[in-house]
């Protein structure tokens, strides 16, 4: 079974860091593409970041944590991780890892059967 489980998230003051990991199994993580999403009290869910298949090596910021949010992926640890710094309350939501085989979209939200998605962790950022 695909399994997608997300750590890290938590409270957090303006202007702080953390560290989001997704560790993943049950798939050829080299051959799946990676990323965060995030979905605040209201709203609809978005596009973070993502990071293409290990052979693709293409990332996508959105453009309101450019400069702030760093994805990577270890491919021994079958780890996808988002280091958050300068965090700002807007940054408050939860936060889902997903996977898809070679391409995961990132502008817009995919929710079909390829695309798998892991539990959500609460990021709260306080003024």
């Known amino acids: 079974d695909v399994q997608l489980q997300a750590s890290g998230g938590g409270l957090v003051q303006a202007g702080g860091s953390l560290r989001l990991s997704c560790v993943t199994s049950?798939?050829?993580?080299?051959?799946?593409?990676v990323g965060w999403f995030r979905q605040a009290p209201g709203k609809e869910r978005e596009g973070v970041s993502c990071?293409?298949?290990?052979?693709?090596?293409?990332?996508y910021y959105a453009d309101s944590v450019k400069g702030r949010f760093t994805i990577s992926r270890d491919t021994a640890k079958n780890t996808v991780s988002l280091q958050m710094n300068s965090l700002t309350p807007n940054d408050t939501a939860v936060y889902y890892c997903?996977?898809?085989?070679?391409?995961?979209?990132?502008?817009?939200?995919?929710?079909?059967?390829?695309?798998?998605w892991g539990q959500g962790t609460l990021v709260t950022v306080s003024s």
């Open positions: 997903a996977a898809a085989p070679y391409f995961l979209p990132c502008i817009v939200v995919v929710t079909t059967p390829d695309v798998h």
């Open positions: 049950g798939f050829s993580f080299d051959d799946y593409a």
């Open positions: 990071i293409s298949s290990t052979s693709g090596g293409s990332i």
